[in-house]
């Protein structure tokens, strides 16, 4: 019997499938379930071709799924070139299978939060708010396409490259350089964090201790200048991240925080409301 080898074609709708399809259906109990089974669709149609087959091999394809999506588009390679392994007779099954999927979704999601999220996101934002002074359009159209431009040409090399390594990814994914790849992100994701906030986040006070005579005896800004610049920027995003990360409060509702604290600070006389902040 010849040996089965998935087509450019097939390679480049499964591909696509989830690169726009990777949320479809999108629920709290699946998550990326259906995108991924949408994804893998055009490869066991081409694989196999009795609906007994193709319906044994999507099956495999129906349990829980979720992880970061670009960086995520690997497992869909690794997953479509095991997939080509069993239709050959390899000693490849469904529980293997799925069993690679579990077991990558957490690292490359951890590895893909810190290296998207934590890190290319905020270096592009940053980039863009430069661009953006004074109303220019030039900040959000770079930052549009940069992204684009990145995310394609990186999904697809991923994609790719998954599908050449097959089951071999699973050791450079989860393996003893994968956490130190992990945690070196991880640092250079909050260098970038802290960087954008000192560079952008500007709150100051208008409070003052004053004389008889109207003269500052304290100018409270001033003197938290004079511990550290930026003090209260630093309180700021240090206060949202315990109410995000610690107390598990949504960015919404922290937003909302940030305005009654600012209403108040203004009616308190704490913040001048002539100011930007």
């Known amino acids: 019997m010849a040996e089965k080898k998935l087509s450019k074609k097939t390679l480049g709708k499964a591909f696509r499938n989830w690169y726009y399809g990777h949320l479809t259906c999108f629920s709290q109990e699946h998550m990326q379930t259906f995108g991924y089974l949408c994804a893998m669709l055009p490869i066991i149609k081409e694989l196999y071709h009795t609906p007994e087959e193709q319906k044994e091999a999507l099956s495999t394809y129906t349990a829980f799924f979720n992880t970061e999506p670009q960086l995520g588009t690997v497992i869909v390679g690794v997953t479509a070139g095991l997939e080509e392994a069993k239709a050959n007779g390899e000693a490849v099954d469904g529980e293997m299978i799925n069993g690679i999927r579990a077991g990558l979704m957490g690292p490359v999601a951890g590895i893909g ?85 000192a560079s952008w986040i500007t709150i100051t006070t208008s409070f003052e201790m004053l004389n008889d005579d109207g003269s500052p005896i304290i100018e409270l800004q001033k003197t938290l200048d004079g511990i550290c610049p930026k003090l209260l920027s630093a309180v700021t995003v240090i206060f949202c991240w315990w109410l995000m990360s610690k107390k598990k409060i949504s960015p919404t509702l922290v937003m909302l925080i940030l305005v009654v604290i600012a209403l108040a600070g203004v009616l308190l006389g704490f913040f001048d409301p002539k100011l930007s902040y």
Do not use: C, H, Q
């Open 113 to 197: 939060d810190s290296l998207i999220v934590g890190t290319l996101i905020p270096i592009l934002l940053g980039i863009a708010l430069g661009l953006s002074n004074g109303g220019s359009p030039i900040g959000a159209i770079f930052y549009i396409i940069s992204w684009n431009v990145i995310m394609t040409l990186g999904m697809r090399f991923l994609f790719y490259k998954g599908y050449e390594l097959g089951g071999k990814a699973v050791e450079i994914l989860v393996g003893e350089k994968a956490n130190a790849i992990r945690e070196a992100v991880v640092m250079v994701g909050t260098i970038v964090i802290g960087a954008v906030a």
